[in-house]
């Protein structure tokens, strides 16, 4: 089965990774594409405490998938940690979008023509673009980390 990952790093530009989210949705709307191009998005803590693990570590991608809410969703406890109680700043979390193309494999010319096209596009343009396909070393990490996250 073709299958390939694409990761998008958008720094903290959280404007450009919605507009490239809404851009996936409008191509997977228009080209019937549901199940064959699907995305998601990480976010990486990028201030660590000296007995914290670093934010690249699958261990601390795994909590930090696990602890996420829904923008707007309210505590059921009033009694919140202070850490918590404000959202985090822009300038101290990395937004990765990771885009994962699953094509059957007689579908590899139309596969590849989305491998070559959705970096060029102009919201992906600047996210620094990587391709990794199944064979590569860090193939099944990326796939481990794209299941855990929501």
Same mark, same amino acid.
Do not use: C, Y
């Given at each position: 089965?073709?299958? $390939?990952?694409?990761?998008?790093?958008?720094?903290?530009?959280?404007?450009?990774?919605?507009?490239?989210?809404?851009?996936?949705?409008?191509?997977?709307?228009?080209?019937?594409?549901?199940?064959?191009?699907?995305?998601?998005?990480?976010?990486?803590?990028?201030?660590?405490?000296?007995?914290?693990?670093?934010?690249?570590?699958?261990?601390?991608?795994? $909590?930090?998938?696990?602890?996420?809410?829904?923008?707007?969703?309210?505590?059921?406890?009033?009694?919140?940690?202070?850490?918590?109680?404000?959202?985090?700043?822009?300038?101290?979390?990395?937004?990765?979008?990771?885009?994962?193309?699953?094509?059957?494999?007689?579908?590899?010319? $139309?596969?590849?023509?989305?491998?070559?096209?959705?970096?060029?596009?102009?919201?992906?343009?600047?996210?620094?673009?990587?391709?990794?396909?199944?064979?590569?070393?860090?193939?099944?990490?990326? $796939?481990?980390?794209?299941?855990?996250?929501?």
């Amino acid at each position: 089965m073709a299958h $390939s990952f694409l990761i998008f790093e958008f720094g903290s530009n959280e404007e450009a990774a919605q507009q490239a989210r809404h851009q996936i949705d409008a191509w997977k709307q228009g080209f019937r594409l549901d199940k064959k191009l699907q995305v998601k998005f990480e976010r990486i803590e990028n201030d660590t405490q000296p007995n914290e693990a670093p934010a690249d570590t699958p261990k601390a991608a795994k $909590s930090k998938a696990k602890g996420k809410t829904k923008p707007g969703a309210k505590s059921k406890s009033p009694h919140t940690d202070p850490s918590e109680a404000h959202p985090p700043t822009g300038d101290s979390t990395t937004i990765r979008l990771i885009v994962r193309l699953d094509f059957s494999d007689h579908e590899k010319l $139309s596969h590849q023509r989305w491998v070559d096209r959705i970096p060029t596009e102009e919201p992906f343009k600047s996210a620094n673009p990587k391709i990794i396909r199944a064979g590569e070393p860090e193939f099944k990490p990326t $796939s481990a980390r794209f299941d855990l996250l929501d």
